[in-house]
């Protein structure tokens, strides 16, 4: 494959940097100070793709990068990747953890290490940064005035920090999924173990819309894995929603639950449709493959025709 | 128009004989002796269409003619006609009220009578004929049995026999919907006021299969104006279903809706599109219109090129 | 027990008394022309209970019966049984098949041995009774004008005929179900594989009316065993709904799901709960157990009281 | 009303210090540095209550305030508040716009002034506080690296600050939603404009699962104002959800819904019912109104005794 050039949620060092290493190699690496600065460079043809975080298994989703992908200019996921989150606690070479007084993280590593903080670092004072490799690179500047960062190992090591603490989150086991984003474009081909994105604008606030919606995918036997309701900002009680959904776009029953979802919706964008990082198969419901619709289609033609 | 022959549930003087002349002034009547023998007609060419009853606002369905619908060779209904129902206490010249003892006459006509007989001939003895103009024949002939046949008044005047009691029926407001039944071909055209039936077979008995299908027709908006269980003759418990629904299989919504229901069912079998006797448009709902269809579909395409 | 007397369809030789015989063996018995008849028995309090046919796994229910249950006086179901039917063709001694030209019998007999009657006795005229005994008795009698009926074998025996043909239904598997009534009492107690049956009345003819009904107890996990819409009477297009359910309107998501439907319904007319005949037990779905009801009703005061 | 000690997310200056001062003026304020910290603060008896943001209308639900009332020690809202949200730009006095290179807010503060961060401040590096009251104190103290915080007109006039900038929101209808929180006790009094707030946890994971809680609620005619899906922690595809309905749960629907999802869940956590802020009343379905749930359990009494 041809060289290409990523934007990601920079600066070096960051989880997301590591899962765009594993999701593409060889590609250039072009960091960046926020989602939006990485869609952004993307959208502008300044790079051919962006590497972003969209959920994490303990803090859900990632609120910028949902609202990115329904407001701003389309983009569509091409890809996405598990990749498992290890916090470590960060400070310049000869910090000892009894002399750590102010911290420096990401809120959601924050929340995600409550348990160490209250527990080893009851009176520290923690600060938000954009980001956990921003905090790391804080940390690592002379005179500043925080003793610690919290974020990966890589992190530390690029910004010469040591580890005073390692796998510090309350949870082994938590995840956060990535996705590479493109501009609009030939979708990947359907593996048979995809996923399909999409954002849905209700058509009127009636009681049951959201069941209406949900209904558009039922009777098609389609399973959604991911449901983020969204405040579309025109006051409180106006939702928007993401959905994720198995299977492919091109396949039958996603692209006729996708119509129907279009036609009752005031507004539908697609995401994309790209290969699950689990691999998993969808258990497809009697009567919703793609030869079941065909024949469906077939005879409903015979019979429109009266023969 | 050419002319035509027309099949329909006699002898001459039913109730059917009624509704095919106001459907069709100029056809050619064959009566026939019973629904079965009717809608043969048509199969074997030797008629070119059959008039017989569906059901009755009072008795409900036809069970001949529902069987005969689902079961037989395929036909297609392209008319329907809603007619009121008015029954005669018919008896040869010279005969009084008060010497009936043995009345004949069709099984649904005696339900419908009930509070009549009960009130003017608690005593006689009520037997059931295949037809009511059969009542009738029947009472015409020398030496029959009976002293007198429920029926239509026109059934009276064609068998010699006189009125001796008119409306007897228990509502005055019942009306029987007759249909006009073809071999399949080019269906009626659209006329925004149709109705659309269908039989419909369950895949497999769990529990819901019947809100599953119905679910297909609400998913697309679309109202039933009757349903119809009927066992499928496989044991108690086993039914197959009858729908009409508002609109034209031409109308995307509904085509949507019967293919879909054709996926999930064991087998669908379409019997026919045609203009509503009652001319009412359906109420369509919200985002079930055929151009917002088509704008999804063409939505959809455009989103699976990645355009 | 005590000797009781039970009303049913007659006349002797029914396959009504047939059930009858089966369900109370010591009962006293009382025939009755029609099931209204033997209904109505009940209801003046002439005997104590009454068997009658409510649907057939071919010819599916018995309008007169489901009316009646529906519009007259409240009675209740207690019991129901299923009988395999097997007709015979019954003659008067000496005749031969060669010779019938006149066949009387119910009008569905004439439907389930539709195939004999075409291949046996092609041009032989058939005319309905109002039972099948009663057209044994018909043409039993010196000077019938019939030469056969079609009915119960035990119905030739009582009535002094001979079998010309036996078993010429067209299914050997054809099942008739019949039930016990009585006044509104004490119900039978709860078995574990029961059976509930109602009657409802929509409130209002909107779309989706019947999917709103079945919701109802999709909602707490019932499984529907029949549905069958009848005509109120109001004109074509107006139903109400017979319902057969599983279980016993003593536990909880049985009682919740027919609380629920007389909200929603002009009127629900309860029919009875009873053993099945069949002896199935229900599979109860997660979190519709009794146990979990009441755990859920428990939890709820404790939330009410904010305790 | 007595003397009361009201915890809230400070310091003092934030947006929550104001929804407190309007919906409890004469309450002991006690400011917290978390929401955590203020909703221990309740349940250690050291408040008598909490005031916390619940969710922004534009940047939707406050993670941590969800995940505190889901998983921490129940606590229960009694009651809420709308507050239009207006940001300022804040400095120490004699600063001036174009030297701004260095502005601390909280991150909900960036993303609703993005508009005017990217014209007015194209260049500023941008941190994020726990608090923007926070980030005014920070700035307000001796040698802070930052020039300017984004907060409360209030936040500056607390800590010294000037305003260089005023309703420097993106959109200017923009409303928090706070709420004000207990110990768990006995219920505010139904008003007939209510709302209940609850969380539920899916039994498993099947498909449609969520469309089944919707269901509880539809079957019982409750609109729901916001649903809100959480990951669980146990991984990607993990979700728990946050409901809002219309009504008391007092009032029979609410508790019958909420009774049933009880049972079809995993675990609800009931987190309050109590008056709407915007004072609407629903619009309550047939069928559904206490009357009518009363007169339905009075006829399943009957019926179930048989009388």
């Avoid at 793709?49 to 989703?61: D, H, Q």
């Avoid at 407001?71 to 916090?87: C, D, H, N, S, T």
């Avoid at 690029?158 to 999924?177: K, P, Q, W």
């Amino acid at each position: 494959m041809e060289m290409r050039k990523l934007a990601y949620l920079g600066p070096e060092g960051t989880f997301t940097e590591e899962a765009l290493r594993i999701m593409s190699p060889d590609a250039e690496r072009m960091p960046c100070p926020s989602v939006s600065a990485a869609l952004d460079a993307v959208r502008r043809e300044e790079a051919d793709a962006a590497v972003v975080p969209l959920e994490n298994s303990l803090e859900g989703g990632i609120s910028s990068t949902l609202d990115e992908l329904a407001w701003g200019q389309p983009l569509m996921i091409v890809a996405e990747l598990l990749l498992p989150v290890r916090f470590s606690l960060l400070a310049r070479p000869g910090t000892e953890i009894g002399h750590i007084k102010r911290v420096i993280t990401h809120q959601a590593a924050q929340t995600q290490c409550r348990n160490f903080l209250a527990r080893e670092l009851p009176n520290a004072f923690v600060i938000a940064a954009a980001s956990t490799a921003a905090a790391a690179q804080e940390v690592s500047l002379p005179g500043s005035p925080y003793d610690a960062a919290i974020g990966a190992a890589i992190a530390g090591e690029h910004y010469g920090l040591i580890e005073v603490a390692s796998d510090i989150g309350d949870r082994s086991d938590t995840v956060t999924r990535f996705i590479q984003v493109t501009r609009p474009g030939p979708l990947p081909e359907p593996t048979g173990a995809d996923r399909t994105s999409l954002v849905a604008y209700l058509a009127d606030d009636h009681a049951g819309a959201l069941l209406d919606m949900l209904s558009q995918f039922a009777t098609r036997g389609i399973n959604l894995t991911r449901i983020e309701s969204r405040p579309t900002g025109d006051g409180i009680g106006q939702y928007f929603f993401h959905f994720d959904a198995e299977g492919h776009v091109s396949e039958a029953r996603v692209g006729e639950a996708l119509s129907g979802l279009h036609r009752i919706s005031a507004d539908v964008r697609f995401l994309g449709s790209y290969p699950r990082a689990d691999g998993l198969s969808p258990r497809i419901r009697r009567g919703t493959t793609d030869v079941e619709f065909a024949e469906a289609t077939e005879w409903l033609e015979r019979i429109r025709k009266g023969t």
